[in-house]
């Protein structure tokens, strides 16, 4: 986050203010809450701090950088801050910022955003309220108490009625999280093997070519801007969700995919009561909560199979085909 946002560019005598602005504006307090002479405050309190450069990566692989406070770099005069003044150092930046109402409700929205259900982006926050305005005063309130301790403020969410009885599949699956629990579903990987990055980037006649993760729009440590990516419904487009929907069907259509026999054993026969084929096929995939619409489509495609499977010669219609389609509805892409 130092090289990311040029804290190592940030002196006594040259503030470089953008680890300072970014610090309240994207990961504690948000637009509204603070005022230019609070950034430069900031901005001087984190003079000094800066990182060791590493070794070079050739021959011997990647250094990890290791955190470095110069104190000859540090600016020791007075600041006032969030109206507090002392000389303050980027420690004591953080403690303000934690005691702040704004900070409490800010972290809360994440969390609720992250662990119950997609919100609108962070640049909305100041203007749109929140989804559950009780739920996001109960963890501040916890917060602002503990001062800021996430153990406590995890643990009040958990055990919340409101967390208990929230309904799942209001989370867009993120790029990352789609490819990955396919992948798991499948059972293709079991560990790290050479071509399971071709998901993410891919060489082809001596160039990078982007995989189905960046054509989704997600590429793996290397977000669009700090703020990183938005998430929720804004991962969804007309070609994003093809793509989506495309992968998933490429990877659920290969019957020697140990998940996928495993699942087609599970299922049972196209014979079976349609509705009772999609339930299996749905819980099979996760239990999946499909729209009303969807699972009666699912159910009018179980009977077509099974109709067409008696005129099938040659056995290439089956219940994997109920098992693909089901995969590849867009409820597959909420979590």
């Not at 798991?184 to 160039?207: C, D, H, M, R, W």
């Not at 179980?302 to 219609?317: M, Q």
Request: hydrophobic share 35%.
């Amino acid at each position: 986050m130092i090289f990311w946002l040029d804290n190592n560019e940030n002196h006594k005598d040259e503030i470089n203010e953008n680890y300072g602005r970014e610090l309240l504006e994207l990961f504690s307090m948000g637009v509204g809450n603070y005022t230019e002479d609070d950034i430069k405050a900031a901005s001087r309190a984190f003079t000094g701090w800066t990182f060791r450069q590493p070794l070079s990566l050739y021959p011997n692989g990647h250094y990890p950088a290791e955190f470095e406070f110069l104190e000859d770099d540090h600016d020791y005069d007075s600041k006032t801050f969030l109206g507090e003044t002392g000389d303050f150092d980027g420690e004591d930046i953080i403690d303000i910022i934690v005691k702040q109402p704004a900070t409490a409700r800010f972290v809360s929205r994440h969390l609720y955003n992250f662990f119950v259900e997609d919100e609108l982006q962070v640049p909305s926050w100041k203007t749109e309220p929140a989804k559950n305005e009780d739920a996001i005063a109960q963890l501040s309130k916890v917060f602002l108490e503990t001062g800021g301790d996430m153990r406590a403020v995890l643990k009040e969410m958990f055990n919340s009625d409101w967390f208990k009885a929230a309904t799942s599949f209001k989370k867009v699956k993120s790029p990352t999280e789609l490819i990955a629990g396919v992948l798991k579903q499948t059972g293709e990987f079991s560990y790290p093997v050479p071509g399971i990055q071709n998901f993410a980037i891919t060489s082809l006649n001596g160039s990078l070519v982007e995989g189905p993760l960046a054509i989704m729009g997600q590429r793996l440590m290397n977000p669009p801007t700090v703020e990183g990516w938005h998430t929720g419904h804004e991962w969804i487009d007309s070609g994003t969700l093809s793509e989506r929907v495309g992968f998933v069907e490429r990877q659920f259509e290969d019957l020697s995919k140990p998940g996928v026999k495993d699942m087609v054993d599970r299922v049972g026969s196209l014979d079976d009561d349609p509705s009772q084929l999609v339930d299996r096929c749905l819980d099979l995939l996760g239990s999946i909560n499909v729209s009303e619409q969807t699972y009666d489509s699912l159910v009018a495609y179980a009977k077509e199979l099974s109709s067409i499977e008696n005129d099938d010669v040659e056995g290439s219609v089956g219940v994997h085909n109920l098992l693909q389609m089901t995969a590849s509805t867009v409820d597959y892409q909420f979590e």
